[in-house]
């Protein structure tokens, strides 16, 4: 084999085109051995046309042998031909003893394609010709972790535990705790996350402990695991957020804002801290700063109501009513996907004495909120200051309607329609 690792020292070397002539000669005159090994180091190296001729040559003298269709199918999938690869991988017999390798090929392209169906029976099948080969335990809890069958999941990632903590760079204890902590089973998860760790220090490993704890209302166990990411790596913008969450449910309020902070120094792009922040400035008396956070979440994202309806609260509290009205109309063509803007819209009309537009926008939300005793208890007293009596008249019986012995609703019906 001089000639193939003569090759692989002139591409290490960078010396291309002499690789390429010697390359030649082995495909012209070389031995079936020495094409096979040659094809398995270019193929390593990235040169796929050059490896598949190999291999393409060596298949018009033994077509049927299945260490070259896997070979061939693996050049494939990484030149993105899957369906090819699919098709040469299928030539493989059931008596060849590739065939086993040649099913967990088959079951990752299937799995690729949304073929989860298929793909569970390649790997049961290879399960059967290869039962010690846990790999394919690993390949069914991928698997079906992917389709959501966690329970099937984790039982056949604890077949790989058995055998081995780490495979192909996955922790199983941390594979198996995110899916306990996505169905809500947050004790054994961190079990889990704790075993993960103790394995190796890995920061999404440590994130998805820290979560999980402050899922599970460990909150200073969440705090102290945050905290250490943190430390490890300032800039995994996401720990932010959680860590002032955690600090808030502690009533540290002063901690919790401080974690806001820090995290748009990191991501000042993130409207979801700004807002956060921004209800945790109100709580602690800050509503100049709530204010400006809230602006600021709503700048990166105009369409982002939530943040506009608690600004609007914040100037509701503050009897800034023109303020109310200058937001909303900023926010006009989301009014739609948030009647409560029209709501707010009316209620600062009305308080600015400018009726006609707020009897506009009560109509409007009317079509939203025809079922809400607030709105139409609202709504009707605007009604009757209003002077339009009949209208009050119907609004009020609509509430009656849910409430048939509200005796306030039964005497303004009565003296509204007399």
């Known amino acids: 084999m001089n000639r193939v690792n003569k090759i692989i020292s002139l591409l290490e070397n960078g010396q291309h085109n002499e690789a390429i002539d010697e390359y030649n000669v082995v495909l012209t005159n070389g031995m079936p051995d020495e094409k096979f ?4 180091e270019l193929f390593e190296f990235g040169f796929l ?41 299928e030539k493989i017999s059931e008596q060849d003893p590739s065939f086993g390798q040649s099913l967990l090929l088959l079951a990752d392209l299937y799995q690729v394609q949304g073929l989860y169906e298929v793909c569970e029976r390649k790997l049961l099948r290879a399960k059967l010709i290869l039962p010690e080969e846990v790999i394919i335990d690993f390949a069914l809890g991928e698997l079906y972790s992917e389709q959501g069958e966690v329970s099937k999941a984790i039982k056949s990632y604890e077949i790989v535990l058995k055998e081995h903590q780490e495979i192909a760079g996955v922790s199983l204890h941390q594979r198996i705790a995110e899916l306990l902590s996505a169905s809500g089973v947050f004790e054994e998860a961190l079990e889990h996350y704790d075993k993960a760790l103790d394995n190796k220090l890995e920061i999404n490993t440590l994130f998805g402990y820290a979560f999980t704890a402050l899922q599970a ?51 000042e792009f993130n409207k979801e801290l700004f807002f956060y922040g921004g209800k945790i400035a109100i709580k602690l008396g800050k509503t100049d700063q709530a204010e400006r956070y809230f602006r600021e979440s709503l700048a990166l994202d ?40 029209l709501w707010d819209a009316a209620l600062a009309y009305n308080k600015l004495d400018e009726f006609s537009y707020a009897l506009d926008k009560y109509e ?50 009565e003296r509204l329609t007399s």
């Open 37 to 40: 090994m040659l094809a398995e």
């Open 49 to 89: 046309t050059e490896a598949k001729s190999l291999v393409n040559s060596l298949l018009e003298i033994y077509p049927e042998e299945g260490e070259l269709l896997v070979l061939l199918g693996e050049i494939l999938v990484e030149a993105g031909d899957d369906e090819q690869a699919i098709l040469e991988l």
């Open 217 to 267: 209302g460990y909150n200073q166990t969440a705090i102290e695991k945050f905290e250490e990411l943190r430390g490890l790596d300032p800039e995994y913008h996401s720990l932010y957020l959680h860590l002032a969450k955690a600090y808030e449910r502690e009533e540290d309020l002063a901690n919790s804002l401080k974690s806001i902070q820090e995290g748009i120094k990191q991501d």
């Open 302 to 341: 105009p369409g982002f109501t939530e943040a506009a309806l608690t600004l609007n609260k914040l100037f509701f509290h503050d009897e800034r009513y023109e303020d109310v009205i200058d937001l909303i109309s900023q926010l006009e063509y989301v009014e739609d996907e948030e009647p409560q803007l």
């Open 364 to 413: 409007s939300a009317y079509t939203f909120f025809k079922d809400n005793e607030v709105f139409l208890n609202d709504y009707g007293y605007f009604l009757i200051e209003e002077g339009k009596n009949d209208r009050a008249a119907e609004v009020f019986k609509q509430l009656l309607k849910g409430d048939p012995t509200n005796g306030e609703y039964q005497d303004l019906v």
